[in-house]
DNA sequence: TCTGGGGTCCTAGGACCC
DNA sequence: TCTGGGGTCCTAGGACCC
């Protein structure tokens, strides 16, 4: 059996601003959402006041000043550089790695002969010393058993060192019997609560019930988890993901009547999709557009639309796509609504290559050359830098973030200096 | 006053075809 | 007007993850 580890970045996006921000140590620290809007990252010291995770930011207002809690707006370019090193760092232990998430990465260990706690140890201390991200490390015979196991060493930290191996029968059942079944990895608040009404109270409960009754409440997804649960391995490593959609929604920062202002935000959502399609390699072959008023407001009428278009040709041309979306917003869009977001999808890909064979069928391959150019500028001048007549400068707009942290490692000109005399 | 964003997978049911 | 079965494809919705 080819043990795995799970890492798991402690309090990620907190940790982050800690690096550059050494003296917040200690200290309560929180990271918000877009609009610094809410809750979506806490420090230890954070947790411990109270705060919960995606807690809307003026709720917290008074345990903030009480207690003197560092505020961050999310500064995702510095997290997406922070998890590449720590990434890095961690494909040097194993050639097989799976990105799960911006903070957690799963590595087969097969063929590893040393002790693979000390493995774990090393892992931990080269990351820590190298980057200032604390981590906490699992290991088990599979998946879901180091995904168990990372919990296992980060609740017990003081006396695991932040790696934990589930090494025998033993141990798998001690630590299954510890986990609550709402913490067990693929089950949500739906199926725990379903499974609580079956007195089903932790992840040891779930593995001794039948594969048919686990297959009717769960599907195959919990039938996999089960297995994996007991030890054998059933969720695969998956080591290399091109994303099957890919999305750009945002809430806006006030709510929105006007047509123009909308279709200024969806085009810009459109050139995004378009972006991050060009740097997978992929066109898409359908655009979903959706608008929705602010359901907190129920004193307001609601209203909330969404519409796939199929589209004549595979593109990533930012200009196409924006157009595609623009026309697809104007069949949902109604008058009279006060809107409080937006978003694109793309979906159904197909391989770029694919699209330049087909020259003649394609209208858009005359923006091949013209995308690849746009990218290049604006990865080498500031990001923006060229945009679209319908994403107008005149109706730019920004995020609320009044608490942005340096782009420390992404922008020179915001680098840590270091004085050497 | 202020309430995130970006993903995956599975299933049931309808449309359509033979 | 009554009368079958089986297969495939697509989509909406619901569950989950971080």
Redesign the pocket.
């Known amino acids: 059996m080819p043990p795995f580890a799970h890492i ?1 970045c402690n309090n ?1 996006y907190a940790s982050c601003e800690r690096v550059f921000n050494p003296s917040l140590r200690d200290k309560p620290v929180i990271v ?7 809750a ?1 990252a806490r420090s230890n010291e954070a947790k411990k006041l109270g705060i919960k ?7 917290i ?1 008074d345990i903030i000043e009480k207690h003197d809690v560092a505020v961050f707006s ?1 500064n995702f370019e510095l997290y997406g550089d922070m998890s590449n090193r720590v990434f890095s760092i961690l494909g040097g232990f194993s050639a097989k790695i799976e990105i ?5 990465c799963f590595l087969d260990l097969e063929g590893i002969t040393t002790d693979l706690r000390t493995y774990g140890l090393e892992m931990k201390q080269r990351v820590e010393k190298w980057t200032h991200i604390p981590i906490s490390i699992g290991i088990g015979a599979t998946k879901a058993l180091a ?1 168990t196991a990372t919990r296992v060493a980060k609740k017990f930290a003081a006396q695991t060192g932040g790696v934990h191996y589930i090494d025998s029968e033993e141990k798998r059942i001690k630590a299954l019997k510890w986990l609550d079944i ?13 499974l609580l009404a079956y007195n089903i109270k932790n992840a040891y409960q779930l593995t001794m019930m039948s594969d048919d009754w686990v ?1 009717r409440h ?4 919990g039938l ?1 988890l089960k297995y994996d649960l007991q030890g054998i391995p059933t969720i695969r490593l ?1 080591e290399i ?15 929105l009547g006007d047509i123009r202002d909308i279709r200024e935000r969806v085009s810009t ?1 459109a050139v ?2 378009s972006e ?1 399609l060009r740097k997978q390699k992929s066109c898409c072959n ?1 655009i979903q557009v959706f608008i929705t008023t ?1 359901y ?2 129920e004193d307001m009428p609601q209203y909330s639309n ?1 519409i ?1 278009v ?1 589209l004549p040709f595979a593109t990533n041309s930012a200009i196409e796509l924006a157009n595609f979306a623009t026309l697809a917003l104007e069949k949902i869009f109604r008058p009279g609504y006060k809107y ?2 937006a ?1 694109v ?2 979906l ?1 890909f197909s391989p770029e290559e694919n699209q330049q064979l087909n020259i003649f069928e394609n209208r858009n391959t005359k923006h091949i050359p013209l995308m690849k150019a746009i990218d290049k500028l604006n990865r080498r001048y500031s990001k923006d830098l060229i945009r679209l007549a319908t994403q107008a400068p005149g109706r730019t707009w920004r ?1 609320r973030q009044e608490k942005l942290s340096n782009h420390y490692t992404t922008d020179i000109n915001e680098v840590v200096k270091v004085r050497v005399s």
Do not use: H
């Open positions: 798991d990620f918000l959402s877009n609009n610094d809007g809410c979506i995770m995606g807690e809307p930011a003026f709720k207002k999310a799960y998430s911006i903070d957690e995904k709402a913490d067990v990895w693929g089950i949500g608040r739906q199926y725990s609560k379903r297959k769960l599907t195959v997804v996999r998956d993901k091109d994303k099957k959609n890919i999305a750009t929604t945002r809430t806006f920062d006030n709510m959502f995004k999709c991050k359908a602010n907190f407001r969404s796939v199929k409080k977001k978003g999808i793309v159904d995020m």
